[in-house]
């Protein structure tokens, strides 16, 4: 029979992986008798486990949520896991960076070695953007403010503050926007709420950092149905600008005078294949004709437009502001 020390994390390890452990199921899987069992569950609520006893014919044990944070216990696989994503919220914008360091401390300080060389092998390094180009921080509080209106199915009432962060930002007078908050999503390092707007009557994405939660929160709502098969073509769809479809709003095709090998590496979501030697069929999609012709021009070669006209005229008024924009302006009286 195993050590009591031993035994006891055994029964803690069975009572964290399911919801409802029979007794003599119990007894079986640690090779026991109920009785021990018994005495075991009472040694885990000294510590601290608030383990709950259940009736009825495999009458059993439950281990609950407490009003304190008792220590865990986990295998080696949720160990590393918990580790890695401790690494990665050192940079996830939600105002947790500090705390996720010091969990991260903490874990590293209690795993076994054998355990610490697992993660040293993941070669993971969560690098913090340049402070130029760093996304605005999103506050801890606003982060659970919002997780749980959405969780609630609670209307949720806050101020949004204008992109460039102007005056309209906290101005009493401008009336809260009012919205049935859906889904809590990321994009690119930046928090966003998924949201029916109820007074423009139509999905909207919110940025979560642009926020300020009033309370108390509105009503409870019934969930719609979003207009995209899923959250992610929803998301995805809003970010291309084009509705409800996954698609780029806008796409063409045209022959670039390079070859393939030197197009893929930077092609992205595009389409690609080879038309001779030294030239390639490119299919790309972008959110605007303009911003298109750009992503067929970043490749700097020749090219003849395919398709579709839209795309041949956006090249036609591109080289125009190109060309106005080469146009060296001529000095003043002043300056000759």
Known sequence: M?????????LLSLLQARRDWPGALLAERLEISPRTVRRDVDRLRELGYPIAAYKGPDGGY??????????????????VALAIALQIATTAGAGIEESAARALHT??????????RRIEAVHLTAVEAPAAQANPQLETTTLVTLSAAVRAREVLRFDYAPADGG????NPRTPPRRVEPHHLVTWRGRWYLVAWD????????????????????????????????DLQSFVLSRFRGSGTSTDWPCRGEAIIDLPAADISPYLGDG???SAGPNRS???LGSWSWPGLAA??????????????????TAFSDLATRFARAAIRAEPSGADR
């Open 271 to 273: 389409l690609l294949e």
């Open 198 to 229: 109820l007074d423009r009557n139509d999905w909207r994405l919110f940025r979560a950092d642009r926020i300020t939660p009033r309370i108390p929160p509105g009503p409870r709502f019934t969930p719609r149905e979003l207009p995209s098969a």
């Open 62 to 79: 439950r281990l609950e949520a407490g009003a304190e944070l008792p220590p865990l216990l986990f295998d080696d696989d949720q160990a």
């Open 107 to 116: 874990v590293r300080q209690v795993m076994p070695a054998r355990l610490r």
């Open 281 to 283: 069929r490119l299919s």
């Open 167 to 170: 005056a309209e930002s906290g």
């Open 295 to 312: 992503a067929f021009a970043k490749f700097d070669a020749d090219i003849e437009v395919i398709g579709p006209e839209e795309l041949r």
């Open 2 to 10: 195993q050590k009591t020390s031993a035994r006891l994390l055994a």
